[in-house]
């Protein structure tokens, strides 16, 4: 199947819930989504805060499947975003894109046959990739339960200020309890960044 649609959803709202989908083949551009939490394009990106994505299943998307993305982590960060449960996979990109995140909970999901096109690893590939998102105290962006395997490129990636907290100066990034495994890159890269926590990780055969 060919497609020419760029994206399945994008919310306009705050405080949206997208539940019980398959949504498949997106003609996503590379650092977006098929799904996503911000609307608009580059250099006009408008924000919109605690979506919930849960109990998908998400798959082929040229760019990245999902996109959990607000537009400036010190003005208008993406609050709480929730990604649970979902079976998320074949993202030519990458499996999940963020940016500008400022707390959060993504776990329980199946994230898997991602960065298909085989961008170059160094880039942006694997099956995530996160920058300038993290949280607070209160409200901390956590990475957990998620199981991440058959990634051409890194497990989990934090670049450029991952664990820098929107507004409040505090670090909060938690990646923890993950199984991460039969991926060809780096499991957990954590780089450019400060403040998180990484633990209880399960890895093999990388």
Known sequence: EVSVRQHWLTPLADDVTVEDF???HAATKSQDGAIRT??????????????TIRNNVLRHAHGAVVSLAGTDVNTSPTNHVVLTGNDISWGGNLCIHGTNLAGGLIQGNAIHECSTELPAPGYEAGAFKFTVSGGTAIDPLIVAGNDVYHANGPGIWCDIRCGVAARSGATAIEISDNAIHDNIEKVIFFEISGGARIFGNRVWNN
């Open 38 to 51: 911000r609307s608009g394009s580059t250099g006009a990106w408008v924000q919109h805060s605690n979506t």
């Open 22 to 24: 398959t949504m498949e």
